[in-house]
């Protein structure tokens, strides 16, 4: 799963690295992954982002990190949680509620973003 987790992060970061090499903006790539986050909500239209930023990791390797909240299946707020993202595609913070299983969901999320 972390293997998987990686490979997914390294796709991210090459997509968002290329957009920027051939003239796209760092507001531009922003504006694209949100629309990708957004789109996995119950409800995209409900998306609110917040603390929504390029950062690069210890290896040098660019991702888009930030926070959504969403409407759930209820109508109601869900609460922020955290995505990360490249150009094209994203992954959102696990639900499990396993602990374990959690952890090894949100390993390249945590490795990207934190």
């Given at each position: 799963m972390r293997e998987r987790a990686y490979e997914e992060m390294g796709r991210y970061s090459a997509s968002?690295?290329?957009?920027?090499?051939?003239g796209g903006t760092e507001e531009e790539a922003i504006k694209?992954?949100?629309?990708?986050?957004?789109?996995?909500?119950?409800?995209?239209?409900?998306?609110?982002?917040?603390?929504?930023?390029?950062?690069?990791?210890?290896?040098?390797?660019?991702?888009?990190?930030?926070?959504?909240?969403g409407k759930?299946?209820?109508?109601a707020y869900a609460g922020f949680s955290q995505f990360v993202s490249g150009i094209s595609e994203a992954t959102l913070e696990s639900t499990n509620r396993h602990q374990r299983m959690k952890e090894l969901e949100d390993?390249?999320?945590?490795?990207?973003?934190n």
């Open positions: 968002l690295q290329e957009f920027l090499k051939s694209k992954a949100q629309a990708v986050v957004a789109n996995k909500l119950k409800d995209p239209d409900s998306a609110k982002f917040r603390n929504v930023v390029i950062k690069q990791n210890y290896t040098r390797a660019k991702f888009i990190c930030g926070q959504v909240n759930n299946s209820y109508g390993t390249g999320l945590d490795w990207a973003c």
